[in-house]
């Protein structure tokens, strides 16, 4: 342990009140250091929704846009309906098309889903109701022939989107699917989902 004289201890508290003087002393000369040139830049915004609008329609050619074919169909209760004669009379092994169009009339992109449809219970696409004979299907395709199922696709601002309700029948023989014959099924909602998408 060491040990000070008087005169060390003395010299010890006045390098140590030195110190502290001149940290003190510092620290008010940064306080009152206080002028600068100062300048200043402001920026303002503003901001506003999108309004998104999913139209749909029939036919062999895509209506022009804002013509009375399309249809707003937000509702189950009115949908664009497709014309009974359209799947009227099915024989066995037939494909038939309906061509249908979507419209983006958005200001932004859209990703149009389409729901899963539901056929449960329905007389002629259901498999536990058609049982023993193969059900029909039903399904909407991006080709008239039936071979590409639609998937969820991404519509431009302002497009349109040319599909196809595709109705097959199986090979249906006499006399064990005799049962299909005269068979009317209810209508199968179609339900097409507009969302917008994420940057």
Request: proline share 8%; net charge negative.
């Amino acid at each position: 342990m060491s040990t000070r004289t008087p005169e060390q201890a003395r010299k010890r508290r006045l390098i140590t009140g030195i110190s502290l003087a001149a940290v003190a002393v510092l620290g008010v000369g940064a306080a009152i250091t206080t002028a600068a040139w100062t300048d200043n830049v402001w920026f303002s915004a503003t901001a506003n929704t999108s309004a998104i609008e999913l139209y749909g329609a029939v036919g062999d050619t895509a209506p022009a846009p804002g013509d009375a074919a399309w249809e707003e169909a937000d509702e189950l209760g009115t949908a664009v309906v497709i014309p009974a004669a359209s799947f009227a009379d099915l024989v066995p092994e037939e494909t038939r098309a309906v061509q249908i169009w979507l419209w983006n009339d958005s200001d932004v992109d859209l990703s149009v889903e389409l729901a899963t449809l539901n056929l449960t219970g329905n007389p002629l696409f259901d498999p536990l109701v058609t049982a023993p004979s193969s059900p029909a299907a039903i399904g909407v395709f991006t080709d008239e022939a039936g071979t590409a199922a639609y998937a969820t696709t991404v519509i431009p601002a302002n497009s349109t989107l040319g599909l196809w309700v595709v109705v097959q029948t199986p090979d249906w023989v006499s006399p064990d699917d005799d049962l299909m014959q005269n068979v009317t099924s209810p209508a199968v909602p179609l339900q097409f989902i507009g969302s917008t998408v994420a940057p």
